[in-house]
Each structure stands twice: as C-alpha cells, then as structure tokens.
C-alpha cells in the first residue's frame, strides 16, 4: 500500500510543463530567451506564453525607451492586446533592416582598376 502512495505522488511531476509554472517563474525563463526566439516562436506557442512574453517584451522595449503610440491608429486601433511585442517588432525589424543596409554600403567594393 505505502508504495502505490508513493508512485501516485512522483507521478505527476513528470508531467510538468511550461503551462503549469507560476507566472512570475515563467516570465523568468522567458526572459532569458533570446528575443527572436521569443518573438517568433515562443509567443506564438499559447496565449499564456504569449501573455506572459508580453511581460518581457514589454521590459525591452523599456529598456530601449521605445513606447507605443499614445492614440494608435488602423489595426492597432482594434487590438489593444499584445502591444509591446508588436511595439518591439516594428522597432526591431526596422532597426535591423537599417543596420544591414549600413553594412552593406561601408563593405561595398568600389570599382576595381586593372
């Protein structure tokens, strides 16, 4: 008998999954995920990842003082859900398109004379 107890008590830790972490513990570990990671993967997982993402998302774009617009306008009008990890993808992906076209243009070989 005393074994069956114990069996039954270890058996449904080997279940746990992200979903069962307390939000504070989630919001951890997400935020040591790497942000294109987070933006496209993570938070497309579950709503509660992507609630508890939008915690971190929210957090980078702080960091980065990038703030969402005061009276959003077009489609962010009707969704006021997610908006910092739409904040940190408009900012981000313009930020990196700007860096690559930097690179670009300083490694670019000029004419070659024979």
């Not at 074994?3 to 040591?32: F, G, W, Y």
């Amino acid at each position: 008998m005393k074994r069956a107890a114990t069996r039954s008590r270890t058996a449904p830790s080997a279940n746990l999954s992200l979903e069962d972490l307390p939000k504070e513990l989630l919001v951890l570990i997400l935020s040591k995920v790497p942000s294109g990671d987070l933006l496209l993967r993570v938070s497309c997982a579950s709503r509660r990842l992507a609630l508890a993402s939008e915690i971190v998302f929210q957090e980078l774009c702080a960091s980065r003082r990038w703030r969402p617009p005061r009276r959003p306008r077009g489609r962010e009008a009707e969704t006021k859900i997610f908006k910092w990890r739409r904040l940190y993808f408009t900012k981000a992906c313009s930020i990196s398109e700007q860096n690559i076209s930097e690179q670009h243009n300083s490694t670019s070989i000029g004419p070659i004379l024979m």
